[in-house]
């Protein structure tokens, strides 16, 4: 084979992804006094991270002071139908308060309460207002907040430079290092690491609705499994139930949970307010069962219970997906948001401005004037990559993850806001457990040459290849037959179609041919991510294959039910032998202390 | 479907605008049209995006001359049959075709001087009027697209400026640091020296093309350069900075 020149470097810890979570890392495992670098696909600046908008969960009491750790804990596994890692929670909620001041002293400026606190605001699932937030862009002031702070420690940035590979000793089962190549010329990088963050986000790009950017391919998922990493819970993925549905161009971008918390509520197109038809009985009694009740609880959570507008996301994308099929959809088959006839126009800019100008500009709609027409949109992985609570350390000894690409947390739905916290909670962790990691570890591992011979015959095969399909074309036939096949309502049959399928790509992915040549080419960056997108989406059908009930993120039509058995089983999914396998393991009960904060009353 | 002729810079700066007959569909925006182009005509067509709802300020391109981010220019806009012309930003050495090497931006990031809190209330918490936030959060809405950088005269014209200009990004940057109210070091307009200031002319052609909606000019630049210039005519401060000037001279 052809001999490629290989760029090398060396850190202590290498951080792979800069959004929330990966910035949190690289700033904590610095403090560490460990040489750190970070590697990201795009610019950076650019992650995901920096378009969440409504806000960051975190029980400070700065508007009720009744909340605390435990409710937003109860909160989260209730959410989570049960099936969280429980001590993730309990470290989530109880870390969140402290993780936003730390935003706030490193600059970040939050909206304010009349005293001056922080403010926070309602959101879906959670029994307090209790998101910190900047109108709603929360997402662009966490992440220019840690990117400055990044900066200003000099911390070293590798933007615009992929990694394909991660490399494993596998004696120890311990990482080595990472393969990468640069997006501007396609030169190659290598790097030897004592440990890993990967911090690489989402999956939804294997969708054809999803609010995810063309970085949510998730790389991180794929190759940690590749390196021998246990997953976890890659049946629940989360549908949020507004995204846009029209004009096309823009079907599947956010609209954000803060215009229920604000205020906003889903209508059919005969006006109703359908939520109050889709109470789950978990919920009863804590939500409202009348308009008035719920637009009293909106003045003072005291005079009443919530609305159903703001039930857990899964309930809500449910919801919407029954009204459309029942032909009560709007005009271009999603449902009404409406805030305009119950909050004033200024009301309306000054909380949600980017949702004014998002439909505005792009939709010609004015949304202080007329409904948003909504839908159901793929916009988040619960399933990851399965950590130690503690650490954050995977399967693999020093391959550490946080933020999206982790799983656990969220169980089988995650609740909005739950994510920004997430993300510099066990962010924060991974970074300090890398560091310890890494401090105990003498020397760099060696990398098998084999394994990086192999790694770029791959990463060269599409230029090598002819007369195969673009890579285009593959991408949007996997997205096409996701959406059909393991969308929202699942089914036995359509999940095998799914998986057959699966295997006609993989083969097709293996002609896969592109044009031109290794500078800055979109077209082979794309031909090489479908290898971990083909990965992932078999991931996630075999699991859902084997979640045999429904519950939160995961709704069989040919198992309506949740049940008992399997909320109490959390599904492994690992490489063996090249193979991926899955299989069920019991979820770890939590101590009494905290079971009994679930005892109703 | 209506076809557009789109006329796309190919290439490096050696290339060429070569034209393209694409379909689009009205209610599609022109990183539409061009992802349509990428993925049948041209296919390894370079260009950024991510969010693809003007919150990223990664699409930033010249569209038919005019500094945009291409999420948000809608193909209503445009008259069927009407030529578009799509260049790469002009201030930025060109990688390929719609990529700019945007490097210089991040060098001057890591100029600004950081941002250092003053202590917490005794409670452990800070405590700040949404009123005084204000301009604060407008300065924090930057997506970092760099078009008010490609449009700036100072640097467009004279790329031998970039030593000693940040631009007005960094400008916008500087000011948000500075009129923090919890920023400690804020009244010291010695942090405001060495950035350029008064290389701008107030043209104010930053501020139309924010697409974020920043009144560059007026909220960032003129307060800055206020302050400065009070700084200047105030003989303690003059007489202070000479005597720091000389410390760190050491
Ligand atoms: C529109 C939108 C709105 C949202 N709103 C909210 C909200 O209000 N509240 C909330 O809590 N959550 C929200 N979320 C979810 C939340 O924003 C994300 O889950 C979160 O930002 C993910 O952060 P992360 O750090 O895990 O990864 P990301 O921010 O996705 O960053 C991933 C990083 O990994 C890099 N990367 C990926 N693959 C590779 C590779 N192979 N090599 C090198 N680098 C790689 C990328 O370049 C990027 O830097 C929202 C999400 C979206 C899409
Ligand atoms: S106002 Fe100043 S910074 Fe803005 S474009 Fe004009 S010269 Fe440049
Ligand atoms: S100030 Fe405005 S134009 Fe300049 S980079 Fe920021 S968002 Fe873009
Ligand atoms: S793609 Fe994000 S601003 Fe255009």
């Not at chain 1, 350390?393 to 947390?409: C, D, I, P, R």
């Not at chain 2, 992802?35 to 041209?42: C, F, G, K, N, V």
């Not at chain 2, 260049?87 to 390929?96: A, D, E, N, Q, R």
Request: charged share 25%.
């Amino acid at each position: 084979m052809t001999d490629y020149e290989i760029e090398e470097h060396e850190y202590d810890v290498l951080v792979i992804g800069a959004g929330g979570a990966g910035l949190r890392a690289a700033i904590e495992s610095l403090a560490f006094g460990c040489s750190t670098a970070i590697v990201c696909k795009s610019l950076f600046g650019k992650a995901h991270t920096v378009m969440a908008e409504g806000g960051m969960a975190a029980a400070m009491g700065n508007v009720y002071e009744e909340d605390n750790w435990k409710v937003h804990f109860r909160d989260t596994m209730r959410g989570g139908k049960m099936l969280n890692n429980w001590r993730m929670a309990q470290i989530h909620a109880q870390e969140a308060p402290d993780r936003v001041l730390e935003l706030e002293e490193w600059g970040a400026l939050f909206d304010r309460t009349e005293d001056g606190l922080i403010l926070q605001r309602d959101f879906g699932g959670h029994k307090y207002a209790r998101l910190a937030h900047v109108g709603d862009s929360t997402g662009l002031e966490m992440l220019r907040t840690e990117q400055q702070k990044a900066a200003s420690l000099g911390i070293k940035v590798f933007s615009e430079c992929t990694i394909n590979r991660l490399m494993v000793d596998k004696k120890t089962n311990s990482i080595s290092g990472a393969l990468g190549y640069w997006r501007e010329k396609g030169n190659l990088i290598k790097f030897k690491a004592k440990a890993i963050i990967i911090a690489t986000g989402g999956l939804g790009k294997m969708y054809a609705i999803t609010s995810n950017s063309w970085e949510g391919t998730g790389d991180g998922h794929a190759m940690a499994m590749m390196a021998g990493a246990e997953m976890v819970d890659m049946e629940f993925v989360q549908f949020h139930p507004t995204g846009m549905v029209w004009p096309p161009s823009v079907k599947g971008i956010l609209v954000t949970e803060g215009v229920r918390g604000d205020g906003g509520t889903l209508r059919n197109s005969t006006d109703k307010r359908f939520m109050f038809n889709y109470i789950p009985e978990m919920f009863a009694s804590e939500t409202a069962s009348t308009e008035d009740e719920a637009d009293s609880w909106y003045e003072d959570h005291s005079l009443g219970r919530r609305t159903p507008d703001l039930l857990p996301r899964d309930e809500v994308a449910r919801a919407i997906n029954s009204e459309v099929k029942a032909g009560r959809g709007s005009p271009h088959g999603g449902v009404f948001l409406d805030i305009a006839s119950r909050r004033s126009p200024e009301y309306i800019q000054k909380r949600l401005p980017s949702m004014y100008h998002q439909f505005k500009q792009l939709a010609g709609v004015d949304i202080t004037k007329e409904p948003m027409e909504v839908g159901p949109t793929c916009h988040y992985a619960m399933g990851g990559i399965k950590v130690n609570a503690e650490t954050a350390q995977s399967s693999v000894n020093g391959l550490f993850a946080a933020g999206e690409v982790a799983g656990g947390l969220h169980g089988a739905n995650r609740l909005g806001g739950n994510s920004l916290s997430d993300l510099v909670v066990f962010g924060r962790r991974a970074g300090k457990g890398a560091a310890d990691y890494a401090k105990n570890t003498e020397s760099f591992l060696p990398i098998d040459q084999i394994e990086i011979d192999k790694a770029i015959q791959n990463m060269m095969m599409p230029f090598d290849n002819s007369n195969g399909e673009n890579p285009y074309t593959i991408h949007k036939e996997l997205q096409d037959s996701m959406q059909k096949l393991a969308g929202i309502i699942r089914t036995e049959e359509e999940l095998v179609q799914m998986l057959s399928k699966v295997e006609d790509l993989k083969k097709k992915m293996l002609s896969v041919t592109v044009e031109g040549n290794r500078w800055f080419n979109p077209g082979w960056h794309l031909a090489l991510d479908l290898e971990f997108m083909l990965t992932n989406a078999e991931s996630l059908v075999r699991a859902a294959i084997e979640r045999k009930e429904s519950r939160g993120g995961h709704t069989r039509d040919d198992y309506p039910e949740a049940s008992k058995k399997f909320g109490e089983i959390n599904f492994i999914i690992k490489q063996v032998n090249g193979s991926i396998k899955v299989e069920p393991r019991q979820s770890d009960s939590m101590p009494d202390e905290l079971a009994e904060l679930f005892k109703d009353k | 479907m209506p076809l557009v002729d789109l006329k796309v810079w190919r290439g490096d700066d050696n290339g060429e605008y070569i034209s393209y007959l694409v379909e689009y569909d009205e209610g599609e925006v022109i990183l539409d049209v061009v992802h349509r182009l990428q993925s049948t005509d041209a296919q390894d067509l370079a260009v950024r995006w991510n969010c693809k709802a003007g919150k990223c300020g990664s699409c930033s391109a010249e569209v038919n001359g005019k500094p945009s981010l291409m999420c948000m220019q809608r193909m209503v806009n445009f008259t069927p049959g009407e030529e578009i012309i799509i260049s790469p930003m002009k201030t930025f050495p060109l990688i390929k075709d719609l990529v700019t090497d945007v490097s210089w931006n991040y060098e001057n990031a890591r100029k600004v001087p950081a941002f250092s809190p003053k202590k917490v209330d005794t409670d452990g918490k800070h405590r700040m009027q949404q009123v005084d936030i204000e301009r604060g959060q407008e300065f924090h809405q930057c997506i970092e697209c760099y078009l008010c950088q490609d449009v700036c005269h100072v640097i467009r014209d004279h790329p031998e400026n970039k030593d000693n200009f940040v631009g007005p990004r960094f400008f916008v940057q500087i000011a948000s640091v500075n009129m923090h109210p919890l920023e400690s070091a804020s009244q010291k307009p010695s942090a405001l020296y060495g950035f350029g200031l008064d290389y701008c002319n107030i043209t104010k052609c930053c501020t139309e093309v924010c697409p974020a909606g920043i009144k560059i000019t007026d909220n960032a630049i003129i307060p800055l350069k206020e302050r400065l210039v009070d700084d200047k005519y105030d003989p303690v401060r003059w007489l202070g900075r000479i005597i720091s000037k000389g410390k760190s001279g050491k």
